[in-house]
């Protein structure tokens, strides 16, 4: 009767899984302490400044490097406000893109159509600021502004001098920025709503187009807004194209003509000519800012998103 | 008995209208989207053609106000800071995806995929300014590997997702056959799982290189930039965005020329790149 | 650390099965037990199967005997199994080893999907280092698939990915990938539940063969397939609570025409499961 040699048992076997485990603990340690870093960096590089302005900070309005008085409201202005139109226009096409390439478009057109516009995701930022800077804002100063003004000149936020630059050219080239970000999440969760509605839907009597804004739309209403609330995030964050359509002032004005500034657009316009401890600093403490006010839009349409697909998985 | 019907009939034509209207708004929409697409790429395709040549590839720019030059450090050094990037984030960024796939329950597990979503919706100028507080403050010194590390940084979040992702997608019964021949677990995981899911992770590779080759913000005080042929990553490097970044917000014609020309290098790469992953995805499916 | 040089040197003829259960529970998640107290003993080259109605504990049984249901949450046991007189459940002892003495073929044939059918049969060895300096992967690789009878349909075609096999080709690799660790002992865990007759039979011819060499569990819904192929036959059944027991190890001559217990008689005669 023929014994099968037993396998001489190589003790490097328990070694080799000891060192694979290692291995990942290093990886995840490594990985957990630069996010902790960043944070801790952040804070770390702003502590002068919130020494020396405090909560003041927020809403003062004065940014003089030559005085050394900084105040982030200017920004947070431009911030907001840029990033508001971005999501008002990229929202709105976004969504009715979404619509079409999900419910209205030929099969056959409907991938080649929406890689297209995914593709709108891939173009470098400094692409998009060239373009407009160099189109965007002669057309925006020779028609678009005038246009406004002339119709509707009465309302504050197109009164005021019309340089091209400014709050309007910053939030449109933002828009077209976020558009796929919108379009492409949108397009997933609309594909997503169960054909029995769709169905039913139609059995009642509806046209495609009834069925999709009474029906479909709303029953994906929690994953397109998730969707709008991600590429709000993108807008917020985004410096290079901001920074060359925007005019760089630190000024608050009522009128989308302004030029202006962003949070993220002076840190990338002023730091390498920082020179005063504290204006560093202050560069720094509105890095922090964007990186708070990121987190938080960024966490709240995770929740949005995750609620959307743990629901349709039956989890 | 008839005015309902006529009632009827004016409804339905009415409906039809709204129903018309409605979607042909969608229509014109994603024709405004891609409308938008094309002007953009053309419009660079237009000016920057006729400056994309031999010259412009292999030459340094040029002193400020002098015509002519090129963006040969400008490409050498984005290949070398993407590469370096690359090399830092992935076996970080595969290894914690790997973790969390096979150990992938509990708080600390939730709190690793936490950070990896925070992170990956974070603004590029932060990074920038966490790679500059650790790597060029302390020394004094712009380096293209303080901008490596922020590169690496803005990459791990699609790494890390995407390969823990792929991991768990590989079938048990693989991962069971693995143990039951008597392998380990490092062998298993590594020897066989991994390399089954290795088309999904290299697409996500692909992408997050695809990423960083636009980004340009982080570099304005990290690579900061040079006139100047460089390969010391310890030393300030020439990067292709940024060049095309000062190009543009310069008063100079001739750098303006010069960044149309930058911009459509940069786009052609970037797409390229991109087009890469979809090939490595739709190949690893085979 | 004892426990795993016993493994090594143990004198095979003083054991007198070579797989032995005693008192064997099984739990999974912690607390709910799945098997309870089952002793069986495996004698060295032959062939038993476990039968019984789905949720009877057979799979459940046969993983714990390579310790392979460790990979799922919480499994735990009590009770020894016993391998050449030695418990694998012992302290020291390293369930990597234990599964390259006890190898295991499973229901769906799973070639490794990015080997060629060469390195799917060598992964065994190859993957932990263990191909000695000089050996050559093709003789290694053709004395297993010989085993596995299936050198004759693949021997020219060796580069190309498993997965370019029919079903019971599939099977006969993994089968194969399996005997080329060298292993004493074979679980089949309802090897040939997805397969057509013809491979079926063809598989059950090779499970014949191998017995020669090998001591083989194979676990089966097929009753047939039972009387067929084994030479001892277990069956199990779970109770209300869905805990499985042994309820009756015999011949499988003797269970089939005289079974002891009622409840085998009426599985047995399809009466239910």
């Not at chain 1, 096409?93 to 979404?98: F, L, R």
């Not at chain 1, 005063?276 to 990186?291: A, M, N, P, Q, T």
């Not at chain 3, 003993?41 to 392979?68: E, H, Q, V, Y």
Request: hydrophobic share 50%; glycine share 8%; proline share 4%.
């Amino acid at each position: 009767m023929t014994t099968n040699p037993p396998q001489r048992p190589k003790r490097s076997a328990v070694q080799a899984d000891r060192i694979f485990l290692a291995t990942l603990w290093a990886a995840v340690g490594i990985f957990a302490a630069t996010m902790l870093g960043l944070i801790v960096q952040l804070i770390h590089g702003s502590w002068q400044s919130i020494l020396t302005f405090g909560f003041k900070f927020l809403v003062t309005t004065t940014w003089n490097p030559v005085t050394s008085q900084f105040g982030a409201l200017p920004m947070i202005y431009g911030t907001v406000v840029s990033s508001a139109i971005a999501i008002l226009l990229a929202s709105v096409v976004g969504i009715a893109s979404a619509t079409f390439l999900a419910e209205f478009a030929p099969r056959r057109i409907a991938q080649p159509l929406a890689s297209l516009i995914e593709l709108l995701a891939a173009v470098p930022s400094v692409v998009y600021g060239l373009w407009g800077l160099f189109v965007l804002v002669p057309i925006f100063r020779a028609y678009v502004d005038p246009i406004l003004q002339a119709r509707l000149g009465f309302l504050p936020i197109f009164s005021g001098p019309i340089y091209g630059v400014g709050l309007l050219t910053a939030g449109v080239i933002l828009a077209i920025m976020i558009l796929p970000t919108v379009s492409a999440i949108s397009r997933d969760v609309i594909t997503a709503v169960g054909r029995e509605q769709r169905e039913a839907g139609m059995a009642l009597g509806s046209t495609k187009w009834e069925t999709t804004w009474r029906i479909v739309l709303p029953a994906a209403r929690a994953g397109i807004f998730g969707a709008c609330v991600l590429a709000l995030g993108r807008a917020i964050g985004e410096t290079i194209a901001t920074t060359m359509v925007i005019g760089n002032k630190a000024t608050i004005a009522a009128s989308l003509f302004a030029p202006s500034y962003t949070l993220s657009s002076v840190i990338a316009n002023e730091f390498t000519e920082a020179t005063s401890d504290v204006y560093i600093s202050s560069l720094i403490e509105l890095g922090l800012l964007l990186f708070v006010l990121s987190f938080i839009v960024n966490g709240f349409a995770r929740v949005l998103v995750n609620s959307v697909f743990s629901k349709s998985e039956g989890r | 008995m008839s005015v309902p019907d006529l009632r009827e009939r004016s409804n339905k034509t009415a409906r039809y209208v709204w129903s018309a209207i409605g979607v042909g708004f969608t229509l014109l929409c994603i024709l405004l989207a891609a409308g938008a697409l094309l002007a953009i790429l053309g419009y660079v395709t237009v000016q920057g053609i006729s400056s994309v040549n031999w010259a412009f590839v292999t030459e340094l720019p040029r002193p400020v106000g002098v015509t002519g030059g090129g963006v040969a450090n400008g490409i050498v050094g984005s290949i070398i800071i993407v590469g370096i990037a690359t090399v830092i984030a992935v076996p970080i960024g595969v290894l914690t995806g790997v973790y969390l796939a096979l150990f992938g329950r509990g708080v600390f597990a939730e709190t690793l995929r936490l950070l990896s979503d925070v992170l990956a919706g974070l603004p590029s100028i932060a990074i920038g300014l966490f790679a500059y507080t650790l790597f060029v403050a302390p020394f004094k010194q712009f380096s293209a590997f303080s901008a490596s590390i922020a590169f690496a940084v803005i990459m791990l979040p699609l790494i890390i997702r995407t390969s823990e992702e792929a991991i768990r997608g590989v079938p048990r019964t693989v991962r069971e056959a693995g143990f039951a021949l008597g392998l380990s677990r490092y062998a298993t995981t590594m020897k066989i799982v991994v390399p089954a899911a290795r088309g999904a992770i290299l697409t996500a590779i692909l992408l997050g290189i695809a990423r960083v080759t636009g980004e340009t913000a982080p570099l304005l005080f990290t690579a900061f930039g040079s006139q100047f042929w460089e390969i010391n990553p310890f030393h300030p490097m020439a990067e292709l965005s940024l060049q095309v970044f000062t190009y543009a917000i310069s008063p100079y014609d001739d750098w303006h020329r010069q960044a149309w020309a930058g911009a459509l290098l940069l786009t052609i790469a970037v797409f390229i790149i991109n087009l890469l992953a979809r090939f490595a995805l739709s190949f690893s499916k085979r | 650390m004892s426990a795993q040089t016993d493994l090594d040197s143990l004198d095979a003829s003083e054991a007198k099965s070579q797989v032995e259960t005693r008192s064997l529970s099984i739990y999974y998640r912690g607390k709910k037990l799945a098997v309870s107290d089952v002793s069986i003993a495996f004698p060295r080259n032959t062939i038993t199967a476990l039968i019984g109605p789905s949720g009877a504990g057979k799979s459940t049984l046969l993983r714990a005997l390579n310790r392979i249901h460790e990979l799922g949450d919480g499994a735990s046991v009590e009770g020894e199994v016993l391998l050449d007189g030695v418990d694998i459940y012992g302290p020291g002892a390293d369930p990597v080893l234990v599964r390259q003495r006890i190898g295991m073929v499973f229901q769906q044939a799973t070639p490794f999907p990015t080997m060629s059918i060469l390195d799917n049969v060598t992964a065994g060895l190859r993957l932990r280092g263990a191909l000695r300096t000089g050996s050559k992967p093709i003789e290694i690789a053709e004395k297993a698939l010989r085993q596995a009878a299936l050198w004759g349909e693949v021997k020219d075609v060796l580069h190309r990915n498993g997965a370019s096999l029919s079903g019971g080709q599939q099977q006969r690799l993994c089968i194969a990938r399996a005997l080329a660790v060298e292993p004493e002992v074979l679980l089949l865990d309802e090897a040939t539940s997805a397969l057509d007759p013809i491979s079926t039979l063809q598989i059950e011819d090779l499970m014949r063969q191998l017995v020669e060499k090998y001591t083989i569990i194979a676990v089966t819904h097929n009753m047939q397939q039972a009387a067929r192929v084994s030479d001892f036959t277990a069956f199990l059944l779970g109770d209300e609570q869905g805990v499985g027991r042994l309820i009756e190890l015999a011949p499988t001559n003797t269970i089939f025409t005289k079974p002891a217990d009622k409840r085998t008689e009426g599985y047995i005669t399809g009466r239910f499961g």
